[in-house]
């Protein structure tokens, strides 16, 4: 069993949500990556979403096109977040990460290579935001075939028929967006996600994760009653921008953040 | 029986063009896109849409477009006759109009209120607001900050027509950033917006469906040749950034294997000083962008390169898929202008001809100044003139040194 499943199953066995941030490797510099990677476990961080900086991230709102050219300005590659998830590893054997970002890096770098370097470095599950699953008949059996999840988003306007092809190609969990829009937009409303989601319990057994609009130990409360995780990415990466000068202080900034949604969630 | 009789088949179910175009997108775009996808192909064939749209260009765009003999500039250039598919004297001043009308209409029929686009030179927003007034849809523009800087005329006139211009500030703060910022309005809007998308590229069904409102440009060019001259042409030029006026012109010809292709991508400083916005003709590596896989100029690292070009409607790292599968396919010559040259043939063309082309369609221009003299006088070239220089200038003039 791979540490995303095997995470999932014992947050089930504890009756518990899982937690999942978000941050984008390399952001303030490529330096700092790890010890936040770090620091957010010890905020209580089930999964880490490492997000691959990218020169058009067109699904994310301007707190992440920020964290991406701060990133960029570094020259953070693929070849970098590997060393960083090999490092992390050195210390964290558990924790599953998952890369996040689009998929023009991955092209380039090339599908084999990719999956081989991800594999070895101690990456568990690839989420391509712009390669929903139609279009991942190339990616997707090289990811498989080294151990890799491939996680698929879900949205509101998701038809039930994609809803299904998107189910019967997923693992790991499904990342249901929250709201039509970018990331870091506005507040999520868990009637509506439960609403969304209860179609998507019938067809799947994977875990349903909510991300977008999550912002406070409120918002994680609430999405975290009708989910089994919450994903949060612009609350975290907003703390890193106002601190990027001085990111001696963002641990202790990610870890507030995080570890009121973490007692939150666990409340 | 042509070798490229399966070209017109495509896209495939999936608006795939071989390894290249589909639909890679946030999940939140994927409903829209299907629904777009049905709603086309439904009024595709539908012979009231059909005649709305050709009423239109007939009456409101001023179709057919006339083919124009350029005959003393052919003399000057001592070989092949060159004709002119003046697209420039469409209302509107481009062939960008051709596909803005059919989109409207779209927008219309699936009863969405707002219409968004993106737009580089300011032809393709010029357009688009245009067809908004006209069905009074709410209408706002993204346009990279560095082309409202180079653009003011159009961004002038787009407000005058009543649509909202935004200035585009991300990423290179040109054509790229503007239609990342679109995607982001449209994903967020999705319920009561429809995105104008002004070239063949971007996801399914968009290439298939900007490719059919332009190959208006090439039907009338094919029937003109045989009206002017008694036969096809040898020779088809157009400008390639995204590649809708040379899809448009070129698409009809498909199977035409007589029918010689060159499509001309902006060479910016010299395709050799990596600062140009000639993903075809340099060779750049597959990748994807805005929805599509196509040729696409990007780093090692994967990360979009920064385009360079005197015109900013070429300004684009990536091209429609449909045209890397030609060129795959061999259906295409591919080729650069670099910006000295296109500067020498807008000139050289407004004088001998007065005629002032777009700086855009001055690179087919260019590359006609270099195929003509190869050619016999009895030997026809047609170039798409895809649009007209007014709103260029202010650049020409800048390069003069001449302040207004």
């Given at each position: 069993m791979n540490r995303i499943d095997q995470r999932f199953a014992d947050l089930k066995a504890q009756g518990r949500r899982a937690l999942i941030p978000y941050i984008t490797a390399g952001d303030p510099a490529p330096a700092h990556t790890v010890d936040f990677m770090h620091a957010l476990v010890r905020a209580g961080a089930d999964i880490i979403e490492l997000g691959v900086p990218f020169?058009?991230?067109?699904?994310?709102?301007?707190v992440i096109q920020k964290a991406c050219e701060r990133a960029l300005r570094h020259g953070v590659r693929l070849g970098h977040l590997f060393e960083m998830v090999r490092e992390f590893r050195r210390d964290d054997a558990e924790t599953p990460v998952v890369l996040m970002g689009y998929l023009n890096p991955v092209e380039r770098f090339g599908f084999e290579a990719f999956a081989d370097q991800a594999s070895e470095a101690g990456v568990d599950g690839v989420l391509l935001v712009d390669m929903p699953p139609e279009e991942a008949d190339l990616l997707g059996p090289v990811l498989e075939s080294r151990g890799l999840s491939s996680i698929f988003l879900v949205a509101p306007t998701t038809s039930r028929a994609r809803a299904a092809t998107i189910c019967a190609h997923g693992e790991g969990y499904l990342y249901y967006v929250s709201l039509k829009g970018v990331t870091g937009g506005a507040a999520a409303d868990a009637d509506d996600i439960a609403a969304h989601l209860a179609p998507l319990r019938e067809m799947t057994d994977l875990p349903l994760c909510v991300g977008f609009g999550i912002r406070d130990g409120a918002s994680a409360a609430a999405v975290g009653r009708v989910a089994d995780g919450v994903i949060v990415g612009s609350a975290l990466v907003s703390r890193i921008a106002e601190n990027a000068e001085r990111p001696e202080a963002i641990p202790a900034a990610l870890e507030a953040v995080l570890g009121e949604m973490r007692q939150a969630l666990d409340a | 029986m042509s070798k490229f009789s399966d070209l017109t088949r495509l896209p495939d179910d999936r608006g795939h063009f071989g390894p290249y175009g589909g639909r890679f997108v946030s999940e939140t775009l994927s409903f829209a896109l299907e629904d777009l996808e049905k709603t086309y192909r439904r009024l595709r064939e539908d012979p009231d849409f059909q005649a709305e749209f050709d009423y239109d260009l007939a009456h409101y765009v001023g179709r057919p477009s006339p083919l124009y003999h350029a005959e003393r500039w052919s003399k000057q250039l001592g070989g092949a006759q060159i004709w002119l598919k003046?697209?420039?004297?469409n209302h509107t001043g481009a062939h960008k109009v051709n596909n803005t009308i059919g989109q409207a209409l779209l927008a219309k029929k699936s009863g969405k209120p707002r219409v968004i686009a993106e737009t580089g030179a300011g032809q393709h927003g010029v357009a688009t607001a245009t067809v908004a007034a006209r069905l009074g849809l709410a209408c706002e523009i993204y346009m990279g900050a560095e082309d409202v800087e180079r653009q003011k005329l159009n961004v002038y006139r787009m407000r005058l027509l009543g649509a909202e211009v935004i200035p585009v500030e991300s990423g290179t703060r040109t054509l790229k950033d503007a239609m990342n910022e679109a995607l982001r309005d449209w994903v967020t809007n999705v319920d009561d917006t429809f995105y104008i998308i002004g070239?063949?590229?971007?996801?399914?069904p968009y290439p298939m469906l900007v490719r059919d409102f332009n190959a208006v440009v090439g039907r009338e060019a094919r029937r003109q040749s045989l009206e002017e001259f008694g036969r096809l042409p040898d020779a088809l030029i157009a400008c390639v950034g995204g590649g809708s006026n040379a899809m448009g012109l070129f698409y009809p010809f498909a199977?035409?294997?007589?029918v010689a292709m060159i499509g001309v991508e902006a060479g910016g400083d010299g395709l050799a000083t990596g600062r140009h916005a000639a993903p075809l003709a340099s060779g750049a590596p597959r990748g994807v962008l805005h929805g599509n896989r196509t040729y696409l100029m990007s780093d090692e690292g994967g990360q979009v390169s920064d385009t360079h070009s005197v015109s900013a409607g070429l300004d684009y790292p990536g091209v429609g898929p449909e045209h890397a599968f030609w060129k795959d396919v061999g259906r295409v010559e591919y080729v650069a202008a670099d910006d000295a040259e296109v500067l020498e043939a807008f000139r050289e063309l407004t004088h001998v001809e007065g005629i002032m082309p777009a700086l855009e369609s001055a690179h087919a221009l260019a590359h006609a100044k270099r195929l003509a003299p190869t050619m016999r006088p009895d030997q026809h070239i047609v170039v798409n003139?895809?649009?007209?220089?007014d709103k260029d200038i202010m650049t020409v003039a800048k390069l003069d040194g001449i302040e207004f």
């Amino acid at each position: 069993m791979n540490r995303i499943d095997q995470r999932f199953a014992d947050l089930k066995a504890q009756g518990r949500r899982a937690l999942i941030p978000y941050i984008t490797a390399g952001d303030p510099a490529p330096a700092h990556t790890v010890d936040f990677m770090h620091a957010l476990v010890r905020a209580g961080a089930d999964i880490i979403e490492l997000g691959v900086p990218f020169s058009d991230p067109m699904a994310d709102g301007p707190v992440i096109q920020k964290a991406c050219e701060r990133a960029l300005r570094h020259g953070v590659r693929l070849g970098h977040l590997f060393e960083m998830v090999r490092e992390f590893r050195r210390d964290d054997a558990e924790t599953p990460v998952v890369l996040m970002g689009y998929l023009n890096p991955v092209e380039r770098f090339g599908f084999e290579a990719f999956a081989d370097q991800a594999s070895e470095a101690g990456v568990d599950g690839v989420l391509l935001v712009d390669m929903p699953p139609e279009e991942a008949d190339l990616l997707g059996p090289v990811l498989e075939s080294r151990g890799l999840s491939s996680i698929f988003l879900v949205a509101p306007t998701t038809s039930r028929a994609r809803a299904a092809t998107i189910c019967a190609h997923g693992e790991g969990y499904l990342y249901y967006v929250s709201l039509k829009g970018v990331t870091g937009g506005a507040a999520a409303d868990a009637d509506d996600i439960a609403a969304h989601l209860a179609p998507l319990r019938e067809m799947t057994d994977l875990p349903l994760c909510v991300g977008f609009g999550i912002r406070d130990g409120a918002s994680a409360a609430a999405v975290g009653r009708v989910a089994d995780g919450v994903i949060v990415g612009s609350a975290l990466v907003s703390r890193i921008a106002e601190n990027a000068e001085r990111p001696e202080a963002i641990p202790a900034a990610l870890e507030a953040v995080l570890g009121e949604m973490r007692q939150a969630l666990d409340a | 029986m042509s070798k490229f009789s399966d070209l017109t088949r495509l896209p495939d179910d999936r608006g795939h063009f071989g390894p290249y175009g589909g639909r890679f997108v946030s999940e939140t775009l994927s409903f829209a896109l299907e629904d777009l996808e049905k709603t086309y192909r439904r009024l595709r064939e539908d012979p009231d849409f059909q005649a709305e749209f050709d009423y239109d260009l007939a009456h409101y765009v001023g179709r057919p477009s006339p083919l124009y003999h350029a005959e003393r500039w052919s003399k000057q250039l001592g070989g092949a006759q060159i004709w002119l598919k003046r697209e420039d004297l469409n209302h509107t001043g481009a062939h960008k109009v051709n596909n803005t009308i059919g989109q409207a209409l779209l927008a219309k029929k699936s009863g969405k209120p707002r219409v968004i686009a993106e737009t580089g030179a300011g032809q393709h927003g010029v357009a688009t607001a245009t067809v908004a007034a006209r069905l009074g849809l709410a209408c706002e523009i993204y346009m990279g900050a560095e082309d409202v800087e180079r653009q003011k005329l159009n961004v002038y006139r787009m407000r005058l027509l009543g649509a909202e211009v935004i200035p585009v500030e991300s990423g290179t703060r040109t054509l790229k950033d503007a239609m990342n910022e679109a995607l982001r309005d449209w994903v967020t809007n999705v319920d009561d917006t429809f995105y104008i998308i002004g070239t063949v590229a971007g996801p399914h069904p968009y290439p298939m469906l900007v490719r059919d409102f332009n190959a208006v440009v090439g039907r009338e060019a094919r029937r003109q040749s045989l009206e002017e001259f008694g036969r096809l042409p040898d020779a088809l030029i157009a400008c390639v950034g995204g590649g809708s006026n040379a899809m448009g012109l070129f698409y009809p010809f498909a199977e035409d294997d007589d029918v010689a292709m060159i499509g001309v991508e902006a060479g910016g400083d010299g395709l050799a000083t990596g600062r140009h916005a000639a993903p075809l003709a340099s060779g750049a590596p597959r990748g994807v962008l805005h929805g599509n896989r196509t040729y696409l100029m990007s780093d090692e690292g994967g990360q979009v390169s920064d385009t360079h070009s005197v015109s900013a409607g070429l300004d684009y790292p990536g091209v429609g898929p449909e045209h890397a599968f030609w060129k795959d396919v061999g259906r295409v010559e591919y080729v650069a202008a670099d910006d000295a040259e296109v500067l020498e043939a807008f000139r050289e063309l407004t004088h001998v001809e007065g005629i002032m082309p777009a700086l855009e369609s001055a690179h087919a221009l260019a590359h006609a100044k270099r195929l003509a003299p190869t050619m016999r006088p009895d030997q026809h070239i047609v170039v798409n003139l895809s649009g007209r220089g007014d709103k260029d200038i202010m650049t020409v003039a800048k390069l003069d040194g001449i302040e207004f």
